[in-house]
């Protein structure tokens, strides 16, 4: 341990709430940026020097990440050992695999990035958080939206009996598989498809999380959310530079939205590529 003080919970976040979101006011000066532009994920990388001694796939390391994570308010702890278990290494380069349990973005090919574990357990802290979750006690029938390299997909395998994760670009597509695939991550279904339409087929579904923003969240995610259930996106926000958290449950009145701080997720674009 250091001296250093410790570092204050940021989690949860204070919402507002409403049938109308509204933009996180004193937020806009400092957003989350869970997925760094390439240049700044590289700096992040750069500014890390991770305790020599422990191997990559040393359990302690895992540890001082979920550490962390319990120090900044996650406290779900079916959550904090999902952390604990999947080995983050192994979603990134192997030269890039030493800043793997440190709170930053790495870069994972075309333009994208893994995202900081604390904005990924952030968006999984709050799902735990909606009705059926919590009545449950894991998170349902799952929809991923960007499966990305596949990171936040096993940490989902544990969190939830079924996984459905769209990805738009085939090779972060077959990335995932891979990766997956090479841990025996089960319960996951991974799909290459346009993640604005969702995935009808296996609707409704009790959580959908989105590792992209646009600018609003689309119609078809919100037909596909279970009663009781809630979605996590970033989503563009009037007289926000960039995007917010946006919390959306649906209640047997309709869809209560909340709004958290600013984040600067990648674009969410239509198509396949």
Same mark, same amino acid.
């Given at each position: 341990m250091t001296g250093d003080a410790p570092r204050a919970k940021r989690f949860p976040a204070q919402w507002s709430s409403g049938s109308r979101a509204t933009? !996180? $006011?004193? @937020?806009?000066?400092n957003p989350l940026r869970p997925q760094a532009l390439l240049h700044q994920a590289a700096q992040d990388a750069a500014r890390h020097v991770v305790p020599t001694g422990l191997g990559l796939d040393n359990g302690p390391m895992r540890e001082r990440m979920?550490?962390?994570l319990r120090s900044e308010g996650i406290s779900t702890p079916s959550l904090l050992a999902a952390f604990a278990a999947v080995p983050r290494?192994?979603?990134?380069? @192997? %030269? +890039?695999?030493?800043? %793997? /349990?440190?709170? @930053? $973005?790495? !870069?994972?090919? +075309?333009?994208?990035?893994i995202s900081k574990p604390s904005v990924v357990a952030r968006q999984l802290q709050w799902l735990f958080d909606g009705a059926n979750a919590s009545r449950?006690?894991?998170?349902?029938?799952?929809?991923?939206?960007? @499966?990305?390299?596949? /990171?936040?997909?096993a940490l989902l395998a544990r969190l939830a009996p079924t996984v459905i994760s769209i990805e738009r670009l085939q090779p972060l597509h077959q990335m995932a598989r891979r990766n997956l695939d090479a841990l025996g991550v089960p319960g996951v279904? +991974?799909?290459h498809g346009d993640g604005r339409v969702g995935h009808p087929p296996n609707a409704p579904y009790d959580s959908i999380v989105a590792a992209a923003g646009g600018e609003a969240i689309p119609e078809a995610w919100l037909a596909q959310l279970?009663?009781?259930?809630?979605?996590?996106?970033p989503t563009a926000m009037p007289g926000l530079a960039g995007q917010a958290l946006v919390i959306v449950d649906r209640t047997p009145d309709g869809f209560v939205r909340q709004v958290g701080e600013s984040v600067t997720f990648? !674009?969410?674009?239509?198509?396949?590529g």
């Open positions: 933009a !996180p $006011s004193g @937020t806009a000066r979920v550490a962390r290494h192994r979603f990134v380069d @192997t %030269a +890039l695999a030493i800043q %793997a /349990y440190e709170d @930053t $973005s790495l !870069p994972i090919g +075309l333009g994208q990035t449950q006690g894991h998170l349902g029938r799952t929809l991923e939206i960007g @499966t990305g390299c596949g /990171y936040q997909t279904r +991974l799909v279970a009663l009781g259930g809630r979605l996590v996106a990648v !674009p969410l674009k239509s198509g396949i």
